[in-house]
């Protein structure tokens, strides 16, 4: 797989390298950012959790 890409870069030049990093690096970002949401929503469920079963 590294070789193709290697030849695939070797083959179309530069630009082809640079946009794949980008696209790793957008791809990356959105999945950090949902990593985060998801943190955040289990977060808080535990903490509604908490809050219940201090009631009950």
Known sequence: IVARVL???AITGAPFFEHAILHFK???????????QFIVETKSIFS???T?????
């Open 7 to 9: 030849g695939t870069v």
């Open 26 to 36: 957008l791809t990356w970002k959105a999945d950090s950012s949902r990593k985060t």
């Open 48 to 50: 509604h959790l908490r």
């Open 52 to 56: 219940q079963s201090k009631r009950s």
